[in-house]
């Protein structure tokens, strides 16, 4: 059983930045790609970013290219979302989640194919 817990998020003014941290237990971190996905209020979870095992693949959602960054340290069992530029339409819960594949390579963006899933955390964009 792998337990992610999510943090970092909170109240924020439009162009303002944010970075949401989730962290893992266990000592198999590096098996997993992670994902980050969001819910807004009234909206179903989208996929927001997600990297593979190794880090060095990653793959963003359109809508946060260039604002939104991805990255992980397995030294630290630990992803990471960079938020800049930050919209009022960003506004959501922000999950993370990891999938148990074999490829180090793989980015993961169906949520289906991810196994475990964090409790959550709340980013608000104020204008």
């Known amino acids: 059983q792998v337990q992610l817990v999510e943090s970092g998020g909170g109240l924020v003014q439009a162009g303002g930045s944010l970075r949401l941290s989730c962290t893992t237990s266990g000592r198999t971190f590096s098996s997993y790609a992670m994902g980050w996905f969001r819910q807004a209020p009234g909206k179903e979870r989208e996929f927001v970013a997600a990297?593979?095992?190794?880090?060095?693949?990653?793959y963003h959602v359109d809508s946060v290219k260039g604002r939104f960054f991805i990255s992980r340290d397995n030294a630290k069992n630990t992803v990471y979302l960079q938020m800049s530029s930050l919209q009022l339409e960003d506004t959501a819960v922000y999950y993370c989640?990891?999938?148990?594949?074999?490829?180090?390579?793989?980015?993961?963006?169906?949520?289906?194919?991810?196994?475990?899933w964090g409790q959550g955390t709340q980013v608000t964009v104020s204008s």
């Open positions: 990297i593979s095992r190794s880090g060095g693949d990653t």
């Open positions: 989640a990891a999938a148990l594949v074999l490829g180090r390579n793989a980015v993961v963006v169906r949520s289906n194919a991810y196994n475990y």
